[in-house]
């Protein structure tokens, strides 16, 4: 059966690491783009095997992505109005903290 879960690639040190949110430790690194994509579905393939064969459930693809664009830095709120910059940044800083939380499992 064939199936797609959204890779998730970011700049780590010089290099970029990979991880899948659908399944739980399915990560990797690499010194390139390139190369992570190529060990991130390795990562994959390898994940779903180990699960298959110790007979463990195999999530359904759950994530999805979606590029958001922006054109400035004009941020609005769902008024229209402007939002102060102060205000921007504890935003983006609660955003920030609570992805982590997320991926590092911290209540």
């Not at 992570?36 to 992505?65: C, D, F, V, Y």
Request: proline fraction near 5%; aromatic fraction near 8%; hydrophobic fraction near 40%.
């Amino acid at each position: 059966m064939r199936r797609g879960y959204v890779a998730v690639f970011e700049p780590d040190d010089g290099g970029w690491s990979a991880f899948v949110s659908d399944l739980p430790g399915c990560f990797s690194d690499s010194e390139t783009l390139k190369g992570a994509q190529s060990e991130i579905r390795e990562a994959i393939i390898l994940w779903l095997e180990t699960a298959e064969k110790n007979g463990w459930p195999i999530p359904e693809p759950q994530s999805s992505a979606k590029l958001i664009a922006v054109s400035n830095l004009g941020i609005k709120d769902d008024s229209g109005s402007g939002v102060s910059s102060s205000r921007a940044q504890v935003q983006l800083a609660r955003l920030s903290l609570r992805q982590y939380a997320m991926r590092h499992s911290v209540a």
